[in-house]
């Protein structure tokens, strides 16, 4: 049934962040989940060890793996029960901006400590007046002499207080067209006007940095535009499509993890004497859940081998987020009904993985605006 074709090679590297993950992660995650913080140190214990940026050049320090060795990473991340440590944010969405746009000097500058994990971006869009629409964005970004000077603020940020480095969507004031004013900067941490601002209290996502960022006549030098002046926008979209696709296989890869921890638990759970696997009323369910997960994972797994043959998959990735993030939350909601009143415990992993799916129909672009692109793509 698998479409991808992982080689030995992918396996041992798969193996090793399993062994990785056992070590350096899962005894941790609770202690970061109540502390609501992933600390800098394990993204450099991570980076060491060749599990970031997998894409990334080997002249700048990186595997220069293929989108499979990315898959592996998010796949096995994904059955952590945390979402916290979101090395696919940085690893898949945002080190690409500078592994695909950026100049010579910043890829010098600035991949090797992406790699190593000194250095953590964060990509900055969203704004307390824009979301879905990116074209309202108003921070902006006004170029005087060698400088650009930024004023504005950004918000839902992830990695926001850990970030030494953003990625940031900025509009240009005297361009009237939306689409031909957003240009993207990298601004480092410690630049005088940029400021943190506090971490977000979400309901899910407990360890993940989520913050607003504040710019106050932020300047940072003309050559840390990354592309061409007023092409921002269209990066954007090009590069949502990765993120989008990240999404889903995350969300897939979740709801794999859920339905798994809940069909052994219904094997070992009795309940009047029966174990609950022997329910036919369960055994339905999880038979109706399995279909749905198996049918998922065919068609995510085409996608992915798509997108890695760089075929035009833009209706296909909005597909897959939507159908994957609408399933991770269905089929969390219904585990937790069969496992019952210890599912709502905070020592059972399905109270996590309830709590952090609900946002995945919302970031990366809500299903609305992901049904808004298939409708499109289907001539409507
Ligand atoms: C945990 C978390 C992490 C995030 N991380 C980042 C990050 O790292 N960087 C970043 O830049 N942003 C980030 N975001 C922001 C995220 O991308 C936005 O929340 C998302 O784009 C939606 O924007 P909004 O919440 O402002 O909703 P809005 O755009 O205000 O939408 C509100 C409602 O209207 C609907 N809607 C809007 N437009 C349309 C339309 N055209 N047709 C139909 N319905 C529509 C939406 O679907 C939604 O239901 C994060 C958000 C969260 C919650």
Redesign the pocket.
């Known amino acids: 049934m698998e479409v991808l074709k992982y080689t030995d090679k992918h396996e041992a590297f798969r193996r090793r962040l399993q062994d990785f993950i056992s070590r350096q992660i899962l005894p941790k995650i609770d202690k970061w989940e109540s502390e609501h913080l992933v600390p800098a140190d394990v993204w450099r214990a991570m980076g060491q060890e060749g599990f970031l940026c997998t894409s990334v050049a080997k002249i700048y320090g990186g595997l220069e793996g293929d989108f499979l060795y990315s898959v592996i990473c998010i796949e096995e991340m994904a059955k952590t029960n945390q979402s916290g440590f979101l090395t696919l ?1 940085h690893s898949d969405i945002v080190v690409p901006y500078i592994e695909s746009y950026g100049s010579e000097e910043h890829k010098k500058k600035y991949l090797p400590g992406c790699v190593t994990g000194n250095i953590i971006t ?5 704004e307390p007046g ?4 990116l074209a309202a964005m108003t921070t902006s970004a006004i170029e005087e002499g060698n400088t650009i000077v930024i004023n504005g603020s ?7 207080i850990n970030c030494g480095l953003v990625v940031l ?1 900025a509009r240009d004031p005297a361009v009237e067209n939306p689409h031909n004013a957003i240009s993207l900067y990298l601004v480092e941490d410690g630049t005088p006007g940029f400021d943190k601002g506090k971490r977000l209290e ?1 309901m899910g ?1 407990h360890s ?1 940095d ?1 913050a607003e960022l504040f710019f106050t006549n932020c300047r940072i030098p003309k050559e840390n535009r990354l592309g061409a002046a007023g092409r921002g926008f269209f990066m954007l979209m090009k590069k949502l499509q990765q993120e989008r696709l990240t999404c889903a296989v995350w969300a897939l890869a979740r709801t794999e993890y859920i339905l798994d921890w809940t069909l052994d638990y219904c094997r070992r759970h009795s309940v009047s004497g029966q174990r609950l696997s022997r329910s036919q009323a369960v055994q339905f369910a999880l038979a109706e859940m399995a279909t749905e997960v198996r049918m998922s994972r065919s068609f995510v797994e085409r996608l992915v081998a798509d997108h890695m043959e760089k075929k035009d998959v833009v209706m296909e990735t909005s597909m897959a987020k939507y159908q994957t993030s609408e399933m991770v939350n269905r089929i969390a909601n219904r585990c937790i009904d069969m496992v019952g009143t210890y599912a709502v415990d905070e020592t059972c992993p399905l109270a996590r993985e309830w709590r952090d799916a609900r ?1 995945m129909t ?8 992901m049904k ?1 692109i298939i409708a499109k793509s289907l001539n409507l």
């Open positions: 944010l964060a990509v900055a869009m969203t824009a979301g879905s629409d950004k918000t839902f940020i992830s990695n926001g969507a979400k996502m993940q989520t946002v919302i970031f990366a672009g809500t299903n609305e605006i808004g």
